[in-house]
């Protein structure tokens, strides 16, 4: 690494984001932590955000892919082109604190048994309400959870260990992807973090909840609020494959009995829009399942090739999900 490297390189995933762009930027801009550079990385957007980024932050490296690859082979361009020592993920649609990047940076450094870092994510349209405090895993689900969605941030304010990140707002040590590999893009849109989170685990890389470092984020502003029937199935494959992948076998042995509740939770969400999509899409969701379980399968034997901790203490980090740090 050259001598002249900055410490920290943040990477910031961007499709068609232009109106999110200014105050993300800006609030990036704003950090009291200097050593960084930004990378934003462009899926091929149509609108004008290269345009506006290279007119308005200079600064910023882009760089830009062919296609819209989504987020996993976004991030995985920017942290192949990373110099930092540290490498930030932040979402578009975010706006961080301006003590964001520094409370990040100075607690993996006080804590040399931390390989990552997760923030408190904020919701933008419910002040005070938390996105995420790190990721969790539901078994009864089969599926990664923001922890403490929607609760009081006020409940959060405890520096923790957690299963693993939001990648929308996270701070990665960059020898991390060396030994756990980059996020998988096979998933190209949700669960990604929930897949790379399950994997450090057995790899025994730990994440630290830093409650200081805040980020507000618009929820689904990159995703979009109004469900398909491609992203449906693409969040029902996704999930069977990191259980696939990514589950001890002996709870992986017990998941068919699980598959029928989780199934029926899809079919019978809150959401009535859901609720008739899933209803509707009832082979669509089958075979969704199944290419999950397929995929999952086939990339197993790679994961549990690193494994470096007990089955028992993967399980018990499965279902606590958080612990003293």
């Known amino acids: 690494m050259a001598t002249n490297a900055p410490r920290v390189t943040v990477v910031i995933p961007n499709w068609n984001g232009r109106q999110h762009l200014p105050r993300c930027l800006d609030s990036l801009a704003a950090q009291t932590y200097k050593d960084f550079e930004m990378i934003v990385v462009d899926n091929a957007s149509t609108d004008t955000s290269v345009e506006w980024v290279r007119e308005h932050h200079p600064e910023v490296h882009i760089l830009q892919r062919e296609d819209n690859g989504g987020f996993s ?27 964001w990047l520094a409370t990040l940076v100075r607690t993996l450094e006080d804590r040399a048994t931390y390989h990552f870092a997760a923030s408190k994510m904020l ?13 969790v895993y539901v078994l009864s689900r089969l599926l990664g959870k923001n922890r403490g969605f929607g609760k009081p941030a006020s409940t959060y304010a405890t520096i923790e260990r957690v299963l693993g990140a939001c990648a929308g707002a996270a701070l990665y040590r960059r020898e991390l992807f060396d030994a756990v590999g980059m ?34 984020h618009k929820l689904r502003a990159s995703v979009g609020t109004n469900p398909t029937r491609e992203m449906m199935c693409l969040a029902i494959r996704n999930e069977a494959l990191v259980a696939a992948k990514d589950l001890p076998a002996s709870v992986l042995i017990l998941a068919p009995l699980w598959w029928p509740y989780r199934f029926m939770r899809q079919s019978l969400p809150l959401n009535k829009t859901l609720m008739l999509l899933h209803l509707k899409s009832t082979r669509l969701r089958l075979k969704a399942e199944f290419d999950g379980i397929r995929l999952g399968l086939a990339k197993r034997a790679d994961v549990w090739s690193r494994k470096a901790i007990g089955t028992l203490e993967i399980l018990r980090w499965l279902l606590k999900g958080s612990g003293p740090a």
Not at 74 to 99: E, F, P
Not at 203 to 213: E, N
Request: hydrophobic share 45%.
């Open 73 to 99: 082979k976004a991030v995985n361009t920017g942290i192949r082109a990373a110099r930092g020592r540290y490498v930030a993920l932040l979402n578009n649609d975010t706006i961080a604190d301006s003590l």
């Open 123 to 135: 919701l933008l349209d419910k002040p005070g309400r938390l996105n995420a405090a790190g990721d």
């Open 183 to 216: 996020f998988d893009e096979d998933f190209f849109l949700m669960s990604e973090d929930t897949d790379f989170n399950l994997r450090c685990l057995i790899a025994d890389k730990r994440c630290l909840y830093v409650p200081a470092a805040e980020v507000h």
